[in-house]
């Protein structure tokens, strides 16, 4: 347990925001906490960047105006939409609005990472 909880640790070290692609994206999402952001090229003002200053996790983001097999197989209707994956099954799912932005913090996302982490124990 504590090994797999270190693999976290240092995973999010070593790696920044990253592309999701259809390529890479089941062996990314597949182990450990990842986090993932689906966006727009046509949307692109209102990221999230609080998903940039996240820790204990790994972070991605997928373009849906260039990944939209993604889109459709995770079921993404709005964007920005941020689903949180625990060893490659989907975790908790949050959406933008109706004016395409999505209202929330650092502290908010990590508090459910924290939860997810606690559920390992």
């Known amino acids: 347990m504590v090994n797999k909880i270190l693999l976290i640790l240092l995973s999010s ?3 920044g925001v990253g592309d999701l692609t259809s390529k890479n994206y089941e062996e990314e999402i597949g182990q450990g906490i990842v986090v ?5 090229g046509w949307n692109d003002k209102n990221i ?24 459709v197989k995770n079921g993404v ?21 109706l004016s395409f932005t ?14 997810i982490l606690m559920s390992k124990f």
């Open 36 to 40: 993932v952001e689906y966006w727009a």
């Open 102 to 115: 999505l209202k929330t913090t650092k502290k908010e996302l990590q508090k459910i990472i924290d939860e």
């Open 13 to 15: 070290l070593l790696f």
């Open 48 to 71: 999230v960047t609080a998903v940039e200053e996240l820790n204990d996790v790994k972070v991605f983001r997928v373009n849906i105006d260039t990944n939209a097999d993604l889109q």
């Open 77 to 97: 209707i709005v964007v920005p939409t941020i689903i949180f994956y625990d060893d490659g099954k989907e975790y908790k799912r949050l959406q933008g609005d």
